[in-house]
Nanobody
């Protein structure tokens, strides 16, 4: 069992910044990759970023590359998503996710085994 709890969402003006946190607990040793996804109303869940616990390898969606930074604190079992230069189109519920293997497609939601409840990010124009 792995529990993921997101925090840090809120309302911010375009061009502003937010930092999301994902606190993991339980059998964290069984997970290898942590990811962030987002879902806007009426749209499918889309990949944002991912990082491996070991090595800290990162991957970003083209839509956020250069603006968002994913990081992790292994000692605190926490993953962060620093979001800068936010745009209205970034508005969505952001979900933290974990997968048990490093292989396969990191960008696909169905490749992840555990999910948090999500945290709302709203960017005003």
């Amino acid at each position: 069992q792995v529990r993921l709890v997101e925090s840090g969402g809120g309302l911010v003006q375009a061009g502003g910044s937010l930092r999301l946190s994902c606190a993991a607990s339980g059998r964290i040793f069984s997970t290898y990759v942590m990811g962030w996804f987002r879902q806007a109303p009426g749209k499918e869940r889309e990949f944002v970023s991912a990082i491996s616990w070991i090595g800290g390898n990162t991957y970003y969606a083209d839509s956020v590359a250069g603006r968002f930074t994913i990081s992790r604190d292994n000692a605190q079992n926490t993953v962060y998503l620093q979001m800068n230069s936010l745009k209205p189109e970034d508005t969505a519920v952001y979900y933290c996710a974990a997968r048990r293997s490093r292989g396969g497609v990191w960008t696909a939601p169905n490749e992840y085994d555990y999910w948090g409840q999500g945290t709302q990010v709203t960017v005003s124009s």
